[in-house]
């Protein structure tokens, strides 16, 4: 399958680098407006660069979507109006109001799919089947001061990553919320039936955090997504008294995890759609309403 990527920031430059690994795609076919980025990157992953987009969509089957934020639905909309199946990187667009204009004009035999990375992540669809009666949630994913340019605050850049999570893969639903922060710095406290669920973000840390805790009556899970490891914590319900403590001897469990690259995953996964014509795990639909969950979380700042 020939594939094309429009974009060659951060996020198109690893899109073109697995999409030329894959043995599924015959050739990566790069756009930029900023031609002489595209001839750096082609060059440095064997890959070829059009001349203008409708010059791309001649050449492609699918197309990556990586240009930053603000430009999704304008170039989304070119896209999709040249027939072509998209794989937009998250979120699908600036506004859950240009989501679902664009979600209007999409037929039906296009798949459209949005890259919320992680959930590929394997450690996710691991605590998905361990989880049962979730007691406490809580994400943390916080980044060093980057300069890279998203044109989104830290609830749409990061904190959606966890959003996506909590709406699709651990089923929370019927959520109340409580949210405070900035463009930076962003908490959200939401409740859903007996769950209490917490979401930190931050783009001011000192560290790289990206780690999900859970606690139920039997176990308490701990994930990590960057090192893909997951620890079960369980009570044998057995005390003893040290010293004059008491002392509780937990067992802890180390989960296999089969480590894969996530956006591999993504990309893999992507072109099975398309080459099958089924719909993307992500769809628009789920999009919007991690989208609408941003502006939810912001409207509260």
Same mark, same amino acid.
């Given at each position: 399958m020939d594939v094309g990527v429009i974009g060659t920031g951060m996020m198109g430059q690893n899109h073109v680098r697995v999409y030329s690994e894959l043995k599924e795609v015959d050739s990566v076919v790069i756009y930029d407006v900023n031609r002489s980025q595209a001839e750096k990157i082609a060059t440095q992953n064997n890959a070829e660069v059009a001349d203008s987009y409708e010059d791309l969509f001649h050449r492609v089957e699918a197309v990556s979507l990586c240009v930053p934020t603000p430009f999704h639905y304008n170039v989304a909309l070119q896209v999709i109006n040249a027939g072509m199946n998209i794989l937009i990187e998250k979120p699908i667009c600036l506004s859950s109001s240009e989501s679902k204009e664009l979600e209007k004009q999409t037929p039906d035999d296009i798949v459209v799919g949005v890259g919320h990375i992680e959930r590929f992540n394997p450690i996710v669809s691991e605590i998905s089947q361990i989880i049962s009666d979730p007691l406490y949630i809580e994400f943390k994913r916080h980044n060093p001061t980057s300069s890279r340019i998203t044109g989104s605050s830290v609830v749409e850049d990061l904190m959606i990553h966890d959003i996506d999570i909590m709406l699709h893969a651990?089923?929370?639903?019927?959520?109340?919320?409580? &949210? $405070?922060? @900035?463009?930076? !710095? &962003?908490? &959200?406290?939401?409740?859903?039936?007996?769950?209490v669920v917490y979401l930190s973000a931050s783009r001011k840390s000192s560290k790289k955090i990206r780690m999900v805790h859970i606690e139920q009556e039997d176990m308490t899970i701990q994930g990590d997504f960057m090192a893909q490891e997951i620890y079960v914590h369980r009570k044998?319900?057995? %005390?003893? !008294?040290?010293?004059?403590? %008491? !002392?509780?001897? @937990?067992?802890?469990?180390? !989960?296999?995890? &089969? $480590?894969l690259e996530p956006l591999r995953a993504e990309l893999s996964t992507f072109l099975m759609s398309v080459k099958t014509s089924t719909p993307f795990p992500i769809t628009s639909r789920q999009a919007i309403e991690n989208l609408e969950f941003c502006e939810m979380i912001k409207e509260m700042f």
């Open positions: 651990l089923g929370c639903s019927d959520l109340s919320v409580q &949210a $405070k922060g @900035n463009d930076d !710095v &962003a908490a &959200a406290l939401c409740t859903s039936g007996n769950s044998p319900g057995q %005390y003893k !008294v040290e010293r004059d403590r %008491y !002392v509780q001897e @937990n067992i802890v469990e180390k !989960v296999q995890v &089969a $480590k």
